[in-house]
């Protein structure tokens, strides 16, 4: 019976845990984003820029995220900023900071993982390594592609929060 409680307990529970019940204003987030996200969206995004200067992205299979005058432009937000900081990139964390500072609110976090150990390593085959760098550096431009695409809808929506707080 009382595993049952929990688990219903933590059914109740767990939308509020990944939801963010911010109370800014419109108009407190067009000066938040005026005053401080601004900038640090566009400094990130010229240095995506640079860094993708001379590669294309590939086609990725999830919708990017979007914001239009219908939808809900705080929890919009808040969901791309969560997004970007899952990306766990060096990159975005003073935007994602700053974002979720100007929310009032947190990202979930996921439980970490214990990493695995090896008693001993064997070397690798030059071939193998250059393979495996590959991978890697492929991984990371589909990661910098992500974090473009969601800069991309982070301003479109923070110009709605903007158009918005004008009309009211």
């Known amino acids: 019976m ?8 933590s059914l109740l529970l767990l939308p509020l845990a990944f939801s963010c019940d911010s109370q800014k204003t419109l108009q407190e987030l067009k000066f938040d984003y005026i005053t401080a996200v601004i900038t640090e969206i566009s400094s990130l995004t010229e240095i995506i ?8 992205c590939p086609k990725l299979k999830h919708k990017p995220p979007h914001c239009t005058s219908s939808t809900d432009e ?13 990306l766990n990139s060096t990159l975005t964390k003073r935007l994602v900071d700053t974002v979720l500072y100007s929310l009032e609110c947190h990202c979930p976090t996921n439980p970490t993982e214990e990493p695995k150990s090896r008693t001993t390593k064997v070397p690798r085959r030059p071939a ?10 492929k991984k990371e431009m589909k990661k910098l592609c992500k974090i473009e695409l969601i800069l991309n809808s982070m301003t479109t929506c ?11």
């Not at 009382?2 to 307990?9: F, I, K, Q, R």
């Not at 923070?158 to 009211?168: A, R």
């Open 74 to 86: 705080v929890r919009s937000i808040y969901n791309m900023t969560c997004r970007m900081w899952n």
């Open 128 to 137: 193998r390594l250059a393979m495996k760098r590959k991978r890697e550096l």
């Open 2 to 9: 009382p595993l049952l409680c929990t688990t219903v307990l």
């Open 49 to 56: 820029a640079n860094l993708l200067r001379n590669s294309t």
């Open 158 to 168: 923070y110009n709605v929060v903007v158009t918005k707080s004008q009309t009211t």
